[in-house]
């Protein structure tokens, strides 16, 4: 038996023993998970919050009379409720802007941050930053809602470093085989997060304490800051510096992802990068889906009730609907993306495919919902339901196309580009507050149609022309060469010449294979 014969078995023997779902990489995920689940829950409670927090009776007296088939619809028993404070439309619609107005300032910023100084620590302290300003709503509301408006801007900036944290954490836990399954196990944590608060606080409006809407601000923030004591206890920054890891999961880990860059060494060709088209069209596909997606997610609350004159109680359940269609299509597509990939599709009709479906079957629906009135609300509610799903098919097209065509450098490009998406964030609200004055179901067709046609341009642009493949200026990067050991032996030298030439091989298109790159990679760390 041959010296490399012993060497495999040996390898195959010690990633049997490698534990699984009990092991320190998935509990990084178990608390990932959780952590976005606080996140976006601490983003969206103001949406349905709002809804009960105005006191919008008299104004709402003057349409009643062209509402009455509707209203007859309505529960009769549902709870009457007058919310404590008079903004108006242009207040209520700067409040649930006033988040990304904070968020767009970190985002390549706290993937540096996480780069210099760990994500454990950015993302903990930014997400504690944020449950206390959480539950300092309440307070600010009695007091100025100009005071809303800074906490929220806060909680923005402190919430903008999440996922460029993330991406930096999986980088140094994740093995190569199972990045996918890790990072979308913990990005569902975001439409769960929605889900919850979107009952939850439907619920507590109505039945919760000191005055109902506060309570909403106080259950979340609390649980969020249990949340940001376990996440210190239990998460480290890489394999090497957790205290309790076992050692085989840790020379599992570390052997298969290869050795990492000193952070002070870390370049960006930002040039190259720039004159790309990819990162060019990824990043119009971001905006594109990231306007319907903030539309919907600060506005759909208010949507229920406006024009489907839906109850307090009844809004924050049937919000949360589309989004529980979301986690379902989310984590199938990036599961079925990758099955095509494997047998059929290549990488990039694969990513343009699936994003394709997604942004013209999500606008046609949204579109579709502007023309069903209150009478057939729950048609309307069902229609909705199914754009969210189609929104979920994003996850096996632009939302991991950076790693596609640039793996070393995604998280600081998904930062890049999340930061102009976030742009979306802060003028969609803004647009839908100026276009729905009356809170008709006219109005709210225009604020579908701005929706339709951001998806069709998506469409054309990422559907057209996207890129699957590694980029020359991101084939050879000077770290991924250093972390090849150099030959022992003339067997070695030899196999070493080889590997070199499988890795600058170019494919039809004139593009490297990044799964030839990763492959030497790894056996060349293997011997």
Same mark, same amino acid.
């Given at each position: 038996m041959?010296?490399?014969?012993?060497?495999?078995?040996k390898d195959?023997e010690?990633?049997?023993?490698?534990?699984?779902?009990?092991?320190k990489?998935? =509990? !990084?995920a178990? &608390?990932?998970?959780?952590?976005?689940?606080f996140? @976006?829950a601490l983003r969206v409670n103001?949406?349905?919050?709002?809804?009960?927090?105005?006191?919008?009776?008299?104004?709402e007296?003057?349409?009643? /009379?062209?509402?009455?088939?509707c209203?007859?619809? =309505?529960?009769?028993?549902?709870?009457?409720h007058?919310g404590?404070f008079?903004?108006?439309?242009?207040? /209520?619609s700067?409040?649930?802007s006033?988040?990304f107005y904070? @968020?767009i300032t970190?985002?390549?910023l #706290?993937?540096w941050?996480s780069?210099?100084f760990?994500?454990k620590?950015?993302?903990?302290?930014?997400v #504690?930053?944020?449950?206390i300003c959480?539950?300092?709503?309440?307070?600010?509301?009695r007091?100025?809602?100009?005071s809303?408006?800074?906490l929220r +801007?806060i909680?923005?900036?402190s919430e903008?470093a999440?996922?460029?944290s993330m991406?930096s954490?999986?980088?140094?836990?994740a093995p190569?085989l199972?990045? /996918?399954?890790?990072s979308s196990?913990?990005?569902a944590?975001q439409n769960l997060?929605?889900i919850v608060? @979107?009952i939850l606080?439907g619920?507590l409006?109505v039945?919760g304490f000191?005055? #109902?809407w506060?309570?909403i601000?106080y259950?979340?923030?609390?649980?969020c800051l249990?949340?940001v004591?376990i996440?210190?206890i239990v998460?480290?920054d890489?394999?090497e510096?957790h205290p309790?890891?076992?050692?085989?999961e840790r020379?599992? +880990?570390?052997?298969t992802?290869?050795? !990492?860059q000193?952070n002070?060494?870390?370049?960006v060709?930002?040039?190259?990068?720039l004159?790309t088209r990819?990162?060019?069209v990824?990043?119009?596909?971001?905006?594109?889906n990231?306007?319907?997606?903030?539309t919907l $997610?600060?506005?759909?609350p208010?949507?229920?009730?406006?024009? $489907?004159k839906?109850?307090i109680?009844?809004? #924050?359940? $049937?919000?949360?609907?589309?989004y529980?269609?979301?986690?379902c299509?989310?984590?199938?597509a990036?599961?079925?993306?990758d099955?095509?990939r494997?047998?059929?599709?290549?990488?990039t009709?694969?990513?343009?495919?699936?994003?394709?479906?997604?942004?013209l079957g999500g606008?046609s629906?949204?579109?579709?919902?502007?023309?069903?009135? &209150?009478?057939?609300?729950?048609?309307?509610?069902?229609?909705l339901?199914?754009a969210?799903?189609?929104e979920?098919l994003?996850y096996?097209g632009?939302m991991?196309?950076q790693?596609?065509f640039?793996p070393?450098?995604?998280?600081?490009? @998904?930062?890049? =580009?999340?930061?102009?998406? /976030?742009?979306?964030?802060?003028?969609? %609200?803004?647009v839908v507050?100026?276009?729905?004055?009356?809170k008709t179901?006219e109005?709210?067709k225009r604020?579908?149609?701005? &929706?339709?046609?951001?998806t069709?341009?998506g469409?054309?642009v990422?559907?057209?022309?996207?890129?699957g493949?590694?980029?020359?200026?991101?084939?050879m990067? %000077?770290?991924?060469?250093?972390? +090849?050991?150099p030959?022992?032996s003339?067997?070695?030298k030899?196999?070493?010449?080889?590997?070199e030439?499988?890795k600058?091989? %170019?494919?039809d298109n004139?593009?490297i294979?990044?799964a030839?790159?990763?492959?030497t990679?790894e056996?060349?760390?293997d011997?």
């Open positions: 041959t010296a490399d014969v012993k060497h495999n078995i195959k010690q990633t049997e023993s490698v534990p699984l779902l009990c092991s990489r998935w =509990t !990084l178990y &608390c990932g998970v959780f952590g976005f689940f996140i @976006y103001l949406s349905v919050g709002i809804v009960c927090m105005v006191n919008d009776t008299k104004k007296s003057a349409n009643q /009379t062209e509402d009455e088939t209203m007859s619809n =309505t529960n009769v028993n549902a709870t009457k007058e404590e008079n903004w108006d439309k242009s207040q /209520t700067l409040l649930l006033s988040f904070g @968020y970190t985002q390549v #706290g993937g941050l780069g210099r760990g994500g620590r950015v993302l903990g302290i930014g #504690g930053i944020t449950a959480n539950l300092l709503v309440p307070v600010a509301a007091w100025d809602y100009r809303v408006l800074a +801007i909680m923005g900036i903008g999440a996922f460029p991406h954490l999986w980088g140094r836990w190569p199972e990045r /996918t399954k890790l196990f913990t990005y944590g997060g929605n608060t @979107y606080s619920w409006c039945h000191d005055g #109902g506060p309570s601000f259950v979340t923030g609390g649980g249990v949340w004591i996440w210190f998460v480290s890489s394999p510096d309790t890891i076992s050692k085989a020379d599992y +880990i570390v052997t992802r290869g050795k !990492l000193a002070k060494d870390f370049k060709p930002w040039l190259a990068v004159k990819a990162i060019w990824c990043l119009t596909a971001h905006v594109c990231n306007w319907m997606h903030y $997610l600060t506005g759909l208010t949507f229920m009730k406006e024009a $489907l839906f109850d109680d009844q809004n #924050g359940l $049937l919000s949360a609907v589309p529980m269609v979301m986690v299509t989310s984590i199938s990036g599961q079925l993306a099955f095509l494997k047998k059929y599709l290549s990488t009709f694969t990513r343009r495919l699936f994003q394709a479906i997604g942004f606008g629906c949204i579109v579709g919902v502007g023309f069903i009135g &209150c009478e057939h609300r729950n048609a309307a509610v069902a229609l339901a199914i969210v799903g189609f979920g994003c096996a632009y991991v196309n790693v596609d640039a070393r450098y995604a998280g600081v490009l @998904y930062g890049m =580009t999340n930061m102009v998406a /976030t742009v979306p964030g802060i003028v969609a %609200p803004l507050g100026a276009l729905t004055p009356n179901q109005e709210w604020v579908f149609y701005i &929706c339709g046609a951001f069709l341009v469409t054309i990422f559907g057209g022309f996207a890129v493949e590694l980029e020359p200026w991101a084939k990067a %000077p770290d991924m060469e250093e972390e +090849i050991p030959p022992n003339e067997d070695d030899e196999k070493g010449h080889k590997d030439e499988v600058k091989k %170019p494919n004139g593009h294979n990044s030839m790159v990763f492959s990679l056996l060349s760390q011997d």
